[in-house]
């Protein structure tokens, strides 16, 4: 590979995606011409984190403010990790949470009828695992959305942020 080439592309005459290189701009016009061929608006970044000296990164739109969705919940259990790690919080403590107060889904603790008590360890295993909100939801009352926040910033991701959301009133408001 040549210096300034990232070992990613995207071959669309195949069904398959194919690894070979192109560099990070040829990527990134790729891309934009599926997105093109699509008919969609692509928001993406995406970096090679695997301890080199340059990260390679590529990226369409990536400067637009975009809803993170379940995405925050990487952030959020990894700052809930930290905070173990330290002994800051005993991951055996339990959360409860109410059935009433659940946030609708398909997965997890929402698919549940009645109160449910579970470890703090379980709720991060459920909201990684199956992306469960009521899980996810409640950690984040445990670490603090500035927490979250912290923990992307001292890892150089300061451009990202979490920020909580008003939510419509549930079944049980």
Known sequence: ????????????????WIVGTMSEHGITARLQAIADDAGIDLRLHARVLDGGVEPVSVGLSSDAAT??????????VAAWCDLVASGAVDPRECLHLAGRDRFAG???VATLVD??????RDAARLAINVSDNTCADALLDVVGIE???EWLRERSWARLS????????GPGS
């Open 1 to 16: 590979m040549r210096e300034g080439e990232s070992a990613w592309t995207v071959n669309r005459s195949s069904p398959r």
């Open 67 to 76: 809803p993170m969705a379940s995405l925050y919940k990487v952030p959020l």
């Open 106 to 108: 398909p997965t997890g």
């Open 115 to 120: 109160d449910v008590v579970l470890s703090q």
């Open 147 to 149: 927490q979250v926040n």
């Open 162 to 169: 979490c920020a909580v959301a008003a939510w419509p009133a």
